[in-house]
């Protein structure tokens, strides 16, 4: 790779989290190391609106990996950090949601300290918040969940197991990230291991983005609904009592949305 804007010293890599996908949800921090990156690295999940606040000439890298699909190995994904750093540039790997959640961040850190590059991480706001806040559901709630779990509906260690059995509980809020191909056995297990056919679920669709949908089911009824929907990815499932608690705040929500914009641009 040629070298941009090569300095005699090594860059930094801030490992950055873009938030489930409206540019406002970003943090500062976010915003400012993203204004002043020497290259920037993303995923997939990167909306187009945080995207648009990346300098024009600034070096971009799509290594986006779809299920099933991978373009770019979390091999490469590192060595394209380290050489980028090493070129004297200022990285900015943005990663959908928060970079600490099923985001590969302890590889993408291993790359670089192995290489000895300063890496920074930047929280971002992860699905579970995006989606709660955007549907209007507490994740939490006093005597109606008192645990929230997020859990990874696929391991690159598939033979790993979940543990059914606790997942399978009243009293805690259950938020699947990746789930949607395996909705079926998602609700299946859960049945199986004692909760009821009518317990309560929540899918979002695009959760914060202009394209968000959603769909309140139960989970004897998600597969059929979920599929006469055509709900695709990114898409959270949540389960459990929260979600028949759903606040209207749509409209309120979209309002001070378009405050903030505003006061933002001006
Ligand atoms: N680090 C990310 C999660 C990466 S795993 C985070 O903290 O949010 C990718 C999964 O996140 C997707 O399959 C989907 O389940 C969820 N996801 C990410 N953004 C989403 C969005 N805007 N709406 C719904 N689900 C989303």
């Not at 597969?223 to 608690?245: F, K, Y």
Request: neutral net charge; glycine residues 10%.
């Amino acid at each position: 790779m040629t070298a941009i804007n090569r300095k005699c010293t090594s860059g930094d890599v801030a490992l950055v989290g873009a938030g489930p996908g409206a540019a406002d949800l970003l943090t500062l921090r976010a915003l400012r190391l993203i204004q002043q990156a020497g290259a920037v690295v993303y995923d997939r999940l990167v909306s187009e609106e945080v995207l648009a606040l990346i300098p024009a000439g600034c070096p971009c890298f799509d290594v986006g990996k779809s299920r099933g699909r991978h373009n770019v190995s979390q091999a490469e994904i590192g060595a394209l950090l380290v050489q980028l750093a090493q070129q004297g540039l200022n990285v900015v790997r943005l990663k959908g949601g928060d970079p600490a959640i099923f985001g590969r961040l302890a590889e993408e850190l291993d790359a670089l300290d192995s290489a000895t590059i300063s890496w920074q991480i930047v929280p971002g706001i992860s699905a579970a918040s995006g989606c709660a806040a955007a549907t209007g559901i507490p994740l939490t709630e006093r005597g109606i969940a008192q645990q929230l779990r997020f859990i990874s509906a696929v391991d690159k260690n598939s033979d790993t197991a979940q543990d059914w059995a606790s997942l399978a509980k009243p009293g805690q809020t259950l938020v699947f990230y990746m789930g949607l191909s395996a909705l079926s056995e998602i609700s299946r297990q859960l049945i199986a291991h004692g909760l009821s056919a009518d317990w309560p679920m929540l899918l979002v669709e695009n959760g914060s983005r202009s394209g968000q949908r959603q769909l309140l089911t139960t989970l004897a009824d998600a597969a059929t609904a979920a599929q006469s929907m055509a709900l695709q990815s990114p898409c959270v499932i949540m389960v459990g009592e929260v979600v028949r608690r759903q606040r209207q705040t749509a409209k309120l929500m979209g309002s001070v949305r378009a405050r903030l914009a505003a006061e933002m641009a001006a």
